[in-house]
């Protein structure tokens, strides 16, 4: 994922599918909705990074290729720190829990508020290199924006009732340390392409998971 336009294509073509799989086992659990849509999210998101890369290599016209720019940075940036701790929200069972997603839901609003800003006044920009893309966009204090970024959506997945989504937002908040150790340019696309990848543990959840009874940190 993210090495190159058809890694993204076909990882993201799969992760899509493994979506449909998981909003196909909602069932009557309305509130896991938006939970079960994320992989179908995901995969359609790493599918535009495959239009990113084919406009850098001028494959496809400059206008898709911009397009496809901005429609990656949107999800990357703004929907997903508002999309996560929502969905968490949602299918959290007791007031408890719910209370606990409000500060997370606040704080990614937020954070997606202050990045489609940054978006808007511009400028935004992408470099191929030999194994991501290179996204730039023109925050200020760049360090404290990922940080906020990271705990609105790690924190509201580790805080999960839910012990198989608390471990899915471990898992993730381990792979952002790694990335952002490994690389700062491409952090962007290689953890979005990581994210993409792990919510398969999604659908599982939605396969195997029970109903509920309360309990916090139960399986399910």
């Known amino acids: 994922m993210c090495f190159s336009p058809q ?13 449909i799989d998981a909003v196909r086992h909602v069932g009557k659990r309305r509130d896991h909705l938006l939970l079960a849509a994320l992989p179908l999210l995901l995969g359609f998101h790493q599918i535009v990074e495959a239009f990113v890369w ?21 999800i990357a940036f703004v929907v997903l720190p508002i999309y996560v701790p929502l969905a968490v929200l949602a299918l959290e069972p007791t007031g408890r829990h719910r209370r606990l997603m409000i500060p997370f839901v606040v704080l990614g609003a937020a954070v997606g508020i202050t990045l489609l800003a940054a978006m ?38 580790l805080l999960s009732g839910y012990r198989d989504v608390a471990i899915f937002g471990a898992v993730n908040l381990f792979a952002i340390i790694v990335i952002a150790a490994l ?16 919510s398969g543990a999604i659908a599982l959840h939605m396969r195997f998971s029970k109903p ?6 139960a399986f399910g």
């Open 7 to 19: 890694a993204d294509l076909v990882g993201g073509t799969v992760i899509a599918a493994i979506g």
């Open 120 to 157: 808007v006044r511009g400028p935004i920009g992408v470099k191929a290199r030999p194994y991501h893309l290179a996204y730039s966009l023109h925050t200020g204090d760049t360090l404290l924006l990922i940080s906020l970024y990271v705990v609105a959506v790690c924190g509201a997945l």
């Open 54 to 74: 084919w406009g850098q290599q001028g494959h496809v016209p400059p206008g898709l290729a911009e397009v496809a720019l901005w429609v990656y940075l949107l």
């Open 183 to 198: 690389t700062v340019d491409g952090f962007a696309s290689v953890w979005c392409g990581w994210a993409a990848i792990t």
């Open 212 to 217: 509920h009874a309360g309990a916090p940190f």
